[in-house]
């Protein structure tokens, strides 16, 4: 008697397009998208309109100098950033250790985005001879494996087997655009409520019923706005979307150019950033960035 065994292939679209969609996604933006994918942006846009027409879903709403992803989009594009970060750690622990004059620091993507890229050139022109990797990422990072020399962390700074130092306390507070002309929290009532979702739910993270019962107020707002990236939750208050419920750390430039404002209080109390190294001996380029990082944004320090 034969017998058979039918594998069922993995139907995918293809690769390219998955990595346009993905670039996209977390840029909102068909123009970055191709400058980090290294092509134009009409090639972007060929690609999502192919994997489009492979998935029968529309995936973003083309507006003037704007695109906004549509539900399926929403659902489709953490699952594609998860898996590739999985993919680059997996690479990145397979590859050759990097020369000891290259230190790898990983952070969140907003944190990396916002607060580390505009300040390397601090640190390139402080030590030229030591090359700085950034590796943007919202899921920790295996220190122990050796993916990342140095971790910024967002948490309670309670991390098993390693060693953390407390660089600063983040506050959140309501933020918005100048346009929207909040005064009071009472007006919170007509305006859409920007929420960002935490990968980990945890009561203690800052969130709106926390400050609407920090606030002493019910719990308002005309409609909701959720963001599975805190870069697109802050991308869409500057937008003039909606309120959102902002850290004051990683807006303190638009805060200070005016272009985004804290109309009112209460600020509620974050987690904090903590500089997290594995329990092995530091060589001397691990620890300068260590320094620097320390000098910029530690507690001595006025960046954080």
């Known amino acids: 008697m034969n017998s058979s065994v039918v594998i069922a292939m993995r139907r995918l679209p293809p690769l390219a397009t998955l990595r346009a969609f993905e670039a ?18 009409t090639a972007i846009s060929h690609q999502i309109r192919l994997l489009e027409e492979t998935m029968g879903l ?14 399926a989009a929403q659902r489709l594009y953490p699952v594609l950033r998860d898996g590739f970060d999985a993919f680059a750690r997996t690479i990145d622990g397979l590859s ?8 790898t620091l990983t952070a969140t993507r907003a944190f990396t985005a916002r607060l580390l890229v505009p300040r390397v050139a601090s640190f ?6 030591v090359t700085l990797r950034l590796l943007a990422a919202d899921e920790p990072v295996d220190l122990a494996a050796g993916t990342a020399d140095l971790a910024i962390r ?17 506050r959140l507070a309501p933020v918005a655009h100048p346009s929207l002309g909040l005064t009071a929290p ?28 920090a606030a002493g107020l019910p719990e308002v707002g005309a409609s909701a706005l959720h963001c599975t990236d805190e870069s697109h939750a802050i991308q869409a ?9 902002l850290s004051l750390t990683l807006v303190a430039a638009e805060m200070a150019a005016g272009t985004l404002v804290q109309p009112f209080g209460p600020a509620i109390e974050g987690m904090g950033f903590h500089l997290v190294r594995g329990p092995g001996p530091e060589n001397e380029a691990v620890a ?6 320390l000098a910029e944004f530690g507690l001595a320090g006025r960046n954080l």
């Open 154 to 170: 967002y948490g309670s700074g309670v991390y098993p087997g390693l060693r953390s130092e407390l660089l600063g306390t983040d």
């Open 186 to 213: 009472e007006q919170l009532a007509r305006h859409r409520l920007v929420h960002f979702e935490w990968r980990v739910p945890h009561p203690d993270r800052p969130s709106w019923p926390r400050w609407f019962a």
């Open 96 to 103: 050759a250790k990097a020369p000891p004059s290259t230190v």
């Open 58 to 71: 529309r995936l973003f709403e083309r507006r003037t100098r704007q695109v906004v992803m549509t539900e």
């Open 237 to 245: 208050v500057a937008a003039g979307l909606g309120v959102g419920l």
């Open 288 to 293: 300068a960035v260590r320094e620097w990082v």
């Open 124 to 129: 390139q022109e402080r030590r030229p001879d």
């Open 24 to 41: 996209a996604a977390r840029h909102l933006s068909f123009k970055r998208a191709a400058e980090e994918l290294l092509v134009t942006p």
